[in-house]
């Protein structure tokens, strides 16, 4: 076998364990500890290795505990398993420092017995079920944990673990079976629909918790049913799951277990049970309900949807001067789930992101209401008050490299020479850096680099050459065409394979504000790592630069690579020196790097952007809708200009204007940072081929 | 000049009526389109029923189809022909397009921003109001009868910026949007087409539309009418629904096994 699947003997490991430890943190020395390690597999290694890694990027000490446990986690735990328990333990230094960290990751028994027996944990599943969710809506739940389980209707909480029913398969699908049924609270109506005022309904019992407690029983009996009518395998596992009903719930379900039962029939139900005293049974698979939060924040959301489609109303052409006239009222019609406007016999399509909240509301109030048709006036809009002059004070005396217009939505026009931008040089960072990402990631850089020469290698046929492997059957046709003809025959008789000409150049736009700190920086500057391997092969002219700022009078471009520079040492150190800075004013970013790309002699260009999607800068103006606009019109320029965006977005939750800030660039949404250096390069490979 | 002898490929009418549910009102825009001699582009997902489409219309208006499916190393000889050295002699061969030229066919050109952009460039004075075909090695000018029609299609759903269709090539072309069907339609063409009875359609389609929910979350696309005939006529030929759309959709969708997995959650929610 080959010297890579051979152990690696006690002083390699202690070599190695040194540079991810950054050897200086910890005051121990890796001897030990690497002794313990000589005795495994080298696949086992390596996978302790990379582990230690990335423990250590978040604190030096977890690092070394994971590789002090490592041979004794491994000898208990599969693979998975092992990165189960690595896992919680950063989750629990995120959550709460490094004293609880290292607790967790200390018991190792109570992490396998929790994991062996039959517990499932929300945070190996949470990716899986939060997707789940969104299959389902199509609108992104975010997740998170909490000690009971219910939802406010925009995050489903749900416990950290389970452990109710007898297997960790089972536990598992009881995780699926709750979400799926706090999902259902938020389609289906519990928190009220275009009929039923539920608040109002509560009103009337003292006993408001009591009534609350019932109510969330009531409702999984009927979401359950009504789950059934579209969604059977689904129904049918929660049934499984719960078992047969207690019997004194028998008359509820009677009354309830219907598949087109409204939440007026529950509250109705309610109205009874609430004359006696009696405490509903525990039911593992039932949620609380919160009633307060979901309330408060539904009424949120549907006050913040139907201003959306209002103020896209007031943009359609023809309808802005019509409130309150004789002719024909507008309309909105709903059809297949798509939501139209119905103006004077004409169908108007709304614009996407009027389209996204009137869906929305669909599903939060199962009709757009009528006051949605009454647009927001030209007036509506107030202008945000300036923060009192500070922002001129900041600019201090340099000048500016480039300055660059940015769009006012509220003006609907350019504000001139708006953003100052200066072009920032990073100071070198560690050095080393690169390295120890390759020493973690060696695998996966080996299977980049494989995949991306197999793409440059895909060659093309030149037919009519003077020489070449195989004959051009079309020019021997043709030469004995003219040579009976009596013309002179053409030599150029064979068939040449080439190298395809790829003329593309690609740019590269890193997010470096202040809400990439932490898990988003480090998979910026891994994914960089990964994408350098993988262009290098590929040969692509590249260039990647940061950006970060602080109001439109410092707008700050990183470079990390010019075009015309080669990636080596300067630039692998600036790689390391990515940092979280300040803030995100988005627009400026993408027309200064256009600018750049535009100048690149390529045939494509190609721009893709990596941020957590969020523009906003400081003193508030930038963030929320301005931002969004303004991002969006910038992307448009783009694509005018003949760069085509695309825009990686590290977000958990997926949010909504996503389509709207994004416009005509095409983009992609991971729910969790650490994916992003595995992933870059498959993205990459998709956009380019 | 003198030509050689011609060998004229056989164009191959359709007989039986191909099955087609219309979805809008894109049978009447393209009878329009083809009385005015305006060519089409059809643009949509993969799976959508384009293709059908174009069959159908080729029945409807008794006309030849001759279609291309365009890959990078088409040729312009590829589509508009070669001389083939038959015996002692050589032979000119009509490529597809110039024999549905001159056979007033329809021609249909598949997934055109897979050929080359060399290759794009003859269908362009067919295209205008010249409606010519060059024929360069013979030096011939064909210019196309009245019943001739050039459709091409598109999947604007592609992620590489290499593969964009040029605006002069797609201004050329009275575009026809397809999208999937809506829930119903979509039922009905999946019984029709898997053989499955109505419920079963029903919840196939509900699957299509959940995966379609995951578009641009971990999917580069939600499952296609196609994939979901084909998980029909899995099930009809007696596999069990949740292993026929796992093997038929899921699996097809995604080699990721975190997505995998969500793909399964939601064929067990349906099944
Ligand atoms: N409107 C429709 N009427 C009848 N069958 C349809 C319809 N839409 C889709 N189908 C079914 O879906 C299958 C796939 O459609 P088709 O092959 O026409 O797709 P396409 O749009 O050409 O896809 P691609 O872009 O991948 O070539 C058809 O074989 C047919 O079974
Ligand atoms: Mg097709």
Known sequence: ?689 | MKFPTSLAPELARIEREPYYQPVGDEVALFESAQRRRLPVLLKGPTGCGKTRFVEYMAWRLQRPLVTVACHDDLTTADLVGRYLIVGNETVWVDGPLAAAVRAGAICYLDEIVEARKDTTVVIHPLADNRRLLAIDKRGELVAAPDDFMLVISYNPGYQSVLKEIKPSTRQRFVALEFDYPEATIEAGIVAQEGSVDAETARRLVKLGELTRNLKGAGLDEGASTRLLVHAAQLIADGVEPATACTAAIARALSDDPEMTGTLDDLVHAVF
């Open chain 1, 1 to 689: 076998m080959s010297a890579s699947t051979r152990k690696l003997f006690a002083n390699e490991l202690e070599e190695r364990l040194d540079e991810l430890l950054f050897a200086s943190t910890s005051h121990r020395s890796a001897k030990g500890i690497s002794e313990g390690l000589e005795k495994l597999a080298r696949e086992q290694q390596e996978r302790v290795l990379h582990w230690v890694g990335v423990a250590a990027q978040s604190y030096a000490e977890i690092g070394y505990l994971v590789a002090a446990l490592g041979p004794r986690a491994l000898a208990r735990l599969d693979a998975a398993g092992f990165e189960a328990w690595v896992l919680a333990g950063l989750e629990a230094y995120d959550r709460e420092g490094g004293q609880a960290a290292m607790r967790l990751l200390r018991d190792l028994d109570a992490f396998c017995a929790a994991r062996a027996q039959s517990a499932a944990r929300l945070g190996d599943l949470e990716a899986r079920l939060g997707r789940f969710l969104q299959g389902l809506s199509g609108r992104p739940l975010a997740l998170a944990a909490a000690a009971t389980a219910h939802t406010d209707t925009e995050t489903v909480f749900l416990p950290a673990q389970l452990a109710a029913l007898p297997t960790a398969r089972d536990n598992r699908r009881l995780y699926r079976a709750m979400a799926a049924l706090l999902w259902a609270q938020t389609r289906h109506g519990t928190f009220g629909s275009a009929g039923s005022d539920v608040a109002a309904a509560f009103a009337r019992w003292p006993e408001r918790a009591r009534a609350q407690r019932w109510f969330a029983v009531l409702e999984a009996i009927r979401l359950e049913a009504v789950l059934g009518a579209e969604l059977p395998g689904l129904a049918a596992e929660i049934a499984r799951l719960r078992g047969p009903w207690p019997a004194r719930l028998l008359p509820a379900v009677a009354r309830l277990a219907h598949p087109d039962a409204a939440v007026s029939r529950t509250l109705t139900f309610l109205e009874e049970i609430m004359a006696g005293e009696d405490e509903p049974p525990q039911l593992p698979h039932a949620g609380a309900i919160d009633l307060e939060a979901a309330l408060r924040v539904r009424a949120a959301r549907i006050a913040r949807e139907s201003e959306t489609v209002r103020r896209a109303l007031s943009t359609l052409k023809g309808f802005g001067g019509r409130q309150g006239a004789g002719e024909d009222a507008p309309a909105l019609n709903v059809e297949g789930g798509r939501v139209a406007l119905s103006l004077d016999g004409e169908i108007v399509a709304l614009p996407p992101e009027a389209q996204a909240a009137a869906q929305s509301l669909l599903q939060d109030l199962g009709e757009v209401p009528p006051e949605c048709l009454v647009p927001a006036g030209p007036g509506a809009w107030q202008p945000t008050p300036r923060q009192g002059g500070g922002e001129d004070a900041l600019t201090g005396h340099r000048q500016p490299h480039a300055r660059y217009d940015e769009w006012d939505y509220r003006r609907r026009a350019y504000r001139r020479g708006w953003c100052h931008l200066f072009e920032v040089e990073l100071p070198p960072g560690d050095p080393g850096y690169v390295a120890k990402v390759g020493l973690r990631n060696t695998a996966a850089i080996r299977d980049i680099r494989r995949r991306f020469e197999l793409l440059r290698g895909e060659d093309r046929l030149l037919g009519r050459q003077p020489e070449g492997e195989e004959i051009d059957l079309d020019a021997l046709v043709d030469a004995a065409a003219d040579r009976r003809a009596g013309a002179e025959a053409s030599g150029r008789l064979y068939v040449r394979r080439v190298r395809r000409e790829r003329s593309l150049a690609a740019m590269f736009m890193v997010d470096m504000s202040g809400s990439t700190q932490g898990w988003v920086n480090d998979a910026e500057r891994e994914s960089l790592v990964m994408l350098c391997e993988a262009l290098e092969r590929l040969g692509d002219a590249y260039a990647i630069y940061g950006f970060s700022g602080w109001t439109r009078t410092r707008c700050d471009i990183y470079p990390v690579k010019r075009f015309d520079e080669r990636y080596d040492a300067t630039v692998r150190g600036r790689i390391a020196a990515i940092e979280a800075k300040d803030y995100t004013r988005m627009g400026v970013a993408v027309r200064h790097l256009t600018r750049l790309l535009e100048a690149q002699p390529a045939r494509h260009k190609l721009l893709v952007t990596l941020s957590d999607g969020r523009p906003d800068d400081f003193g508030d103006e930038y963030r929320g809708h301005y931002g969004i606009e303004d991002t969006r019109r910038a992307l448009q320029e783009a694509h005018e200009r003949g760069v085509r965006s695309y825009c990686v977005t590290i977000d958990r939750h997926g949010a909504d204007y996503l389509p709207r800030l994004y416009g005509p660039a095409r983009y992609t949404v991971l729910d969790d940072a650490r994916k992003l250096p595995l992933k870059i390069a498959d993205i990459y490979r998709r956009l380019a081929s």
